[in-house]
């Protein structure tokens, strides 16, 4: 299996500017996740599905930021508009069962740099 | 509240040396999970080790071994001959298993541990 896939890996857009982050799960995996990274807040989980579901969101800083996952195999997170701080790397995951006791499995991130 | 505290933001050894990564959990519940991840230059994560809180025993895996010591709300992990390839950040996380929450793994501050040759 190619592992969890991200898209762009790495991304620079203006302030103001819609930006999409694309993600595909590891095939069979019914949980995926989305995180942020930074050097202020660490590694934080911003939304979670689990058979294309939205299940705990509470993580989401506001309401520039929407997550959708259409299909079990592709999930977006878009902001709109974006804002400097919103500049961090963007991990998705997925796992087979709960996150609870199951081993995610990470993607290489998305760099996000906003001007 | 969940809280994972890994105190130690660097830490710099000398090839082979051992060298101990520590991580303190916070919890109300009975029924938790304990992870370490990896995450080396290249930016990825890698899951190390999953540990439930009705398993005290010490595991060991080569050159790594974890010691869960609930008395304290410790999970460390120990690296035995360090070696450059070592050189990463590491992630200790917890996760609730209780009815009333959704699972969701928190992440400790994370330790970068530099192995110089």
């Known amino acids: 299996d190619a592992g969890v896939i991200q898209s762009p890996r790495h991304e620079v857009t203006e302030m103001g500017q819609e930006v999409t982050l694309r993600c595909k799960p590891i095939?069979?995996?019914?949980?995926l996740f989305w995180y942020r990274q930074t050097m202020m807040r660490g590694l934080e989980l911003l939304i979670y599905f689990n058979n294309n579901v939205p299940i705990d969101d509470s993580g989401m800083p506001e309401d520039r930021f929407s997550a959708k996952m259409p299909n079990a195999s592709f999930s977006t997170l878009k902001i709109q508009p974006s804002e400097p701080r919103d500049s961090a790397v963007y991990f998705c995951a997925s796992s087979l069962d709960r996150p609870t006791n199951n081993e995610q499995f990470f993607g290489p991130g998305t760099r996000l740099t906003v001007l | 509240a969940q809280k994972v505290t890994q105190a130690q933001t660097e830490i710099s050894v000398v090839e082979k040396e051992d060298v101990t990564l520590d991580c303190v959990y916070e919890?109300?519940?009975?029924?938790?999970?304990l992870f370490w991840y990896k995450q080396p230059p290249s930016g990825e994560l890698v899951f190390l080790i999953r540990?439930?809180?009705?398993?005290?025993q010490n595991e060991i895996s080569g050159r790594y071994s974890w010691n869960f010591q609930k008395s304290t709300s410790s999970f460390n992990f120990t690296i035995t001959a360090s070696q450059v390839v070592d050189s990463a950040v590491y992630f200790c996380a917890l996760s609730e298993a209780g009815s009333s929450n959704t699972g969701k793994l928190i992440f400790g501050q994370g330790t970068t541990l530099q192995v110089k040759p």
């Open positions: 919890t109300r519940d009975t029924t938790y999970y």
């Open positions: 095939s069979g995996h019914d949980y």
């Open positions: 540990r439930n809180s009705f398993d005290e």
